[in-house]
């Protein structure tokens, strides 16, 4: 657990993960506006192709910021302990773990 910083960076792992959750919509930030709204989300007066781009653009951005998490609060691709068993495993099995 030494090349993770979330610990002691933890006041900014709060404010980044709040951030996380009102930058990709996610409750309790996504604000409805209309009657519509209320019952399908935001996403109901878009059909077929639009729809898709915009429901794989909003999972596109929560992906991102958990990639961001991983790299600055929980150290990227790197194992947590720095000896023999845990060093074998690939850096990306390391990140897509975390």
Do not use: Q
Request: proline share 8%; aromatic share 22%.
């Amino acid at each position: 657990f030494l090349d993770w910083h979330w610990l002691s960076l933890f006041p900014m792992f709060i404010v980044f993960f709040i951030s996380a959750l009102a930058e990709t919509n996610r409750p309790p930030f996504d604000l409805v506006e209309a009657e519509s709204e209320l019952v399908a989300g935001h996403m109901v007066e878009y059909s077929s192709t639009p729809f898709l781009l915009f429901f794989l653009g909003e999972y596109v951005a929560v992906v991102l910021m958990c990639a961001l998490a991983t790299i600055l609060f929980l150290g990227g691709w790197l194992p947590p302990f720095d000896f023999a068993p845990f060093t074998w495993v690939p850096g990306l099995i390391w990140f897509v773990l975390k």
